[in-house]
């Protein structure tokens, strides 16, 4: 049974599932599309209705990149989790293990970065000659490869690749319409985040809490006010009201993708007031700005608390402050930068 509304991609997936595993070696699956549209759910239930034996592993929870080889041996069926620590470890194992693996990894995104060693090092594995592995990689942006991979990663990839576009407003109302609404609420609700970012989740999301909110017996007005209360971020207010380093540091997090060293932002951010003839900021002063930031929910630190990720897309900080004249001289300065390295 195939995923509503994801008919034409549940079958793409199963048509590469096939074929990596009718020719009885490995190869790599590249999934991507905006948060919500459906990546994660639509493989997990392939997998299940074909009763296929998968590892899934999600990139965010790990400690440290490396994780990566001890944190997939962990969650196959056929492993010493213990034995395997390395990439040399698990590529081993492919080659002398009777089994067939798939193995699922979400939020690939998260392992690109300067060095790409071990990236190029998991890829491998699946064209060894006996890999014996189908690795599905999702990630919530299409050309991922070739922005930030370097070519000899992409080469390891293949050209096998399944991009899901965001919901429509039709599609999100046909997903959602079994449940026992007032339809014209639906139908609001659907428009909406369909015409912002399609995003399934958020449209479950907005259902639960019109419920809540209602107890059961909602209409559009009530559907409006949730949206309103809901869709209003904190961090609205906060870059309205944002001060220098700050900006300077969303700045700089937005070039780039993934988790970023924070002694790498750090000394990106002193470079940058260095060139600016600027006096330069000490680490106290820089520590301030995290914190205020993860406080507003525009960035969060890693579990290892030595990374910090961007929770906020950079084209809605630039909506907020498009026009801030500080925030443009900022941008203008980066981007210069940017292109002379």
């Known amino acids: 049974m195939v995923v509503e509304c994801r008919e034409q991609e549940y079958l793409k997936l199963e048509k590469y599932l096939d074929m990596l595993m009718n020719a009885g070696r490995g190869g790599i699956v590249y999934i991507s599309g905006v948060p919500g549209s459906g990546k994660t759910y639509t493989l ?12 899934f592993v999600n ?12 944190m997939i041996a962990k969650e196959m069926e056929c492993t010493q989790c213990e034995k395997i620590l390395t990439a040399s470890d698990l590529k081993k194992h492919m080659e002398v293990c009777e089994e067939w693996h798939v193995v699922v990894i979400d939020e690939i995104d998260m392992l690109a970065g300067r060095s790409q060693r071990i990236l190029y090092n998991l890829f491998e594995i699946p064209c060894a ?22 070519p000899k990663v992409c080469s390891r990839m293949g050209g096998l690749r399944v991009n ?18 007032d339809r014209k609420c639906i139908e609001l609700v ?3 985040i369909g015409a912002v970012s399609g995003d399934a989740r958020r449209v479950y999301d907005v259902m639960s809490r019109i419920e809540e909110d209602s107890k059961g017996d909602a209409n559009v007005i ?60 000490d680490y106290f002063r820089f520590e301030d700005v995290v914190v205020k930031l ?3 929910g525009m960035l969060k630190r890693m579990k290892n608390g ?36």
Request: charged share 35%; glycine share 4%.
């Open 164 to 181: 899901f576009a965001p919901y429509t407003s039709d599609q999100l109302v046909r997903i959602v319409g079994a449940r026992e609404m």
């Open 222 to 281: 009530d559907a409006n006010e949730v949206m309103k209360k809901m869709y209003t971020p904190v961090y609205v207010k906060y870059l309205q009201e944002i001060k220098f380093d700050a900006k300077v540091m969303l700045r700089l997090m937005s070039v780039g993708m993934g988790g970023r060293s924070i002694l790498e932002v750090y000394e990106e951010m002193e470079g940058f007031y260095k060139r600016m003839k600027m006096e330069t900021i």
């Open 294 to 296: 993860v406080e507003y």
């Open 59 to 70: 990139v965010m929870e790990f400690r440290k990149k490396s994780d990566v080889f001890k």
């Open 44 to 55: 997990s239930k392939l997998l299940d209705n074909r009763n296929v034996i998968h590892a």
């Open 129 to 150: 000659e006996r890999g014996k592995l189908a690795m599905f990689l999702i990630s919530n942006t299409m050309d991922l490869p070739e922005r930030m991979f370097e």
């Open 306 to 341: 030595r990374q910090i990720l961007m929770m906020i897309l950079s084209e809605e900080i630039e909506k907020v402050l498009g026009d801030d004249l500080e925030y443009v001289m900022i941008s203008k300065a980066i981007r210069v930068n940017v292109a002379d390295r």
């Open 190 to 192: 659907s428009k909406r």
